[in-house]
């Protein structure tokens, strides 16, 4: 396992994700589903994340 490629998702994931307004709204005002597809298909931090796991494969 790439134990580089998990620790730079964890950094990015606690900078980026932990706190963040935009997938706490989309939460709050559609469900966790649609919140998920926004961050793994429309977010840049999501996008950058779902490479590096592409990566693990």
Do not use: P, W
């Amino acid at each position: 396992m790439n134990f580089k490629t998990l620790e730079k998702i964890n950094q990015l994931e606690a900078r980026y994700c932990k706190n963040c307004l935009i997938k706490k709204i989309k939460r709050d005002e559609e469900s966790r589903t649609q919140a998920h597809k926004f961050c793994i298909s429309e977010c840049s931090v999501g996008l950058k994340i779902r490479s590096h796991g592409n990566q693990l494969q």
